[in-house]
C-alpha cells in the first residue's frame, strides 16, 4: 500500500486547510489511519487517528478545531483544520495500519506518506 498526501501550504493564522491522503497499490485490509505532524526541532506527534469503524482519536491541542474524516470504500483520509495557528506549522504525515496476511500468520505493518508541509503565518 502507499499512501500519497495532498493539501498542505501556506495559510494565515485563522484560516483553514484540508488535508487528503489517498491509499493505493494494494487491496489489504487497513486498519486505523490516521494524520502525525513533525514540527522543526521536534519529534513527530499523534494528531488525529479513525478506526475502520468510524471512531476518532484527537490530540489535545487541536480537538474543536481538526476533524478527521475516512472514507472506507475510497480508501482515503481527510483532516479538516479550522482555526490554524502558527504552532500548528509542520510536515504532516498520513498513516495506514496494513494488514498483511500469509499461510503463515496476519501481520500489521504501519505505512507511512512522505508528508505534506503546512505553514501557518502569524
Known amino acids: 500500500v502507499q499512501l500519497v498526501e495532498s493539501g498542505g501550504g501556506l495559510v494565515q493564522a485563522g484560516g483553514s486547510l484540508t488535508l487528503s491522503c489517498a491509499a493505493s497499490g494494494s487491496s489489504n485490509k487497513i486498519n486505523d489511519m490516521g494524520w502525525y505532524r513533525q514540527a522543526p526541532g521536534k519529534q513527530r506527534e499523534l494528531v488525529a487517528t479513525?478506526?475502520?469503524?468510524?471512531?476518532?482519536n484527537y490530540a489535545d491541542s487541536v480537538k474543536g478545531r481538526f476533524t478527521i474524516s475516512r472514507n472506507n470504500a475510497k480508501r482515503t483520509v481527510s483532516l479538516q483544520m479550522n482555526s490554524l495557528k502558527p504552532d500548528d506549522t509542520a510536515v504532516y504525515y498520513c498513516k495506514a495500519q496494513v494488514v498483511v496476511v500469509t499461510i503463515e500468520r496476519e501481520t500489521v505493518l504501519d505505512e507511512w506518506g512522505q508528508g505534506t508541509l503546512v505553514t501557518v503565518s502569524s
Open positions: 479513525t478506526t475502520g469503524g468510524g471512531s476518532t
